[in-house]
């Protein structure tokens, strides 16, 4: 009796110790999502990306000006079209951001409010997603003209947290580590 207690003394805070590690640190597929959420939760791709009816602007993400909705096809509607303000490229002058086909995503892969692990799976469900494969979503970062936009948004914009390049690194061990999603 006396020995049992003396050896749960012994381990109890060596089980603790482990369990707290185990806590910190997340697999190494997980923690490479991270890197692809903090560029994908970011406000430029979040004001296109949204699950309402029209885009967002800014950092704090507010609703965008004159009333612009999504339409039948988030390319706006017959009166007020995107690409009557959005060029394809920036414009300096107006402060109007652009890249070519300027439009938002569809409602299925609106991001707004999604936990981590809702993300995750939403951006590898091919239902969501617009069909796309693990190398599909890689050709979508590496050259999609909207996504590269992020990078140079003009004006006083903020681009994502991490370079392009490494996004797509990190995208890329995700998906070779079997694109793993974090819980909750
Ligand atoms: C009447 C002109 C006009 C139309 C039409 C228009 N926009 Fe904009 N949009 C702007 C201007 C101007 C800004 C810049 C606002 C600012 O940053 O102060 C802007 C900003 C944005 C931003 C924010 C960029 C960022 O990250 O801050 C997004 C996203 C956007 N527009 C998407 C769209 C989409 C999608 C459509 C069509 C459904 C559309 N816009 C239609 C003029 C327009
Ligand atoms: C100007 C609007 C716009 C911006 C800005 C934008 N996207 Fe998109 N995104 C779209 C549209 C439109 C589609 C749908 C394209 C298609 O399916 O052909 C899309 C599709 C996607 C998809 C594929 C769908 C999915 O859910 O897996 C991913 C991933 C994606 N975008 C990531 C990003 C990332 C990352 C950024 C920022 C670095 C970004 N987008 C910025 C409009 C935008």
Known sequence: MMRLAFLGLLLAPLLAASSAVADKAEAPGVAAFRTVQAVLTHPRCMNCHTTVNWPTQGDAQVRHT???????????????????????????AGNVPGAPDWHMA??????????????????????????????RIIAHFKADPLVLWAWT??????????????????????LRLGAPCPEG
Do not use: I, Y
């Open 66 to 92: 004159f009333n612009v909705v999504r339409g039948p096809d988030g390319r706006g509607t017959a009166g007020m079209k995107c690409t009557t303000c959005h060029l394809a490229t920036n414009q300096a």
């Open 106 to 135: 569809p409602l299925s892969m609106g991001w707004t409010g999604l936990s981590p692990a809702q993300l995750c799976k939403a951006l590898k469900d091919p239902a969501r997603n617009g069909g796309r494969t693990g190398a």
């Open 153 to 174: 948004p003009g004006g006083k914009r903020s681009a994502p947290p991490v370079l392009h390049a490494k996004f797509v690194e990190a995208a890329e061990t995700w």
